[in-house]
């Protein structure tokens, strides 16, 4: 009982691979007919890439705010975080005020601490990001290789007709 189970879903596994990789590989053009699909599909695609790499550059253009903002974000918090210990030190001969003063000074090094933290989560959201755009953007120019190298064959086809 099982392992028909495991059987079924290894078989339904394959199917499914199979046919993710059959749309995967995108459409072959092999005759003259063929070149108006073969046409829309380049000029989607190229669009496509001009697109990605618009996003690829607004990307970029945040890395340095963002290192700056976590730079920045981390003195801020480092400095914070002194002033709260000084005053803390200053608190411990039992006067309300300072005790009160010390406690939101730590609360403030530990927003500022906290804005730190988000600032590095931010920029590494960004690398991410910046990654996957460079990967889309290649696979999108395999493909348009790949459907250059197809119009050519389509153009040696009807440049040289051969009687069937």
């Known amino acids: 009982m099982l392992k028909n189970k495991i059987k079924a879903a290894l ?6 691979t199979l046919a993710f990789a059959g749309c995967a590989s995108g459409q072959n053009y092999d005759t003259p007919a063929d070149t108006v699909k073969l046409n829309k599909e380049y000029s989607e695609l190229t669009s496509d890439i001009k697109d990605l790499n618009a996003k690829l550059v607004t990307a970029q253009n945040k890395t340095s705010g963002y290192q ?8 801020d918090a480092m400095s914070a975080a002194q002033e709260s210990k000084e005053t803390a030190s200053t608190a411990t001969n039992g006067n309300v005020s300072d005790s009160k003063k010390a406690m939101r000074q730590a609360k403030k090094a530990n927003n500022k ?3 730190a933290e988000d600032a590095a989560d931010d920029q590494k959201e960004n690398s991410k990001d910046i990654t996957d755009l460079n990967k889309k953007i290649e696979k999108k120019k395999e493909r348009l290789s790949n459907l250059d190298k197809q119009k050519a064959a389509i153009m040696a086809q009807v440049a040289s007709p051969t009687d069937n």
Request: include cysteine; glycine fraction near 0%; hydrophobic fraction near 30%.
């Open 113 to 115: 601490a906290n804005e």
């Open 11 to 16: 078989c339904a596994f394959t199917v499914t």
């Open 68 to 75: 700056s903002k976590e730079s920045s974000s981390a003195r």
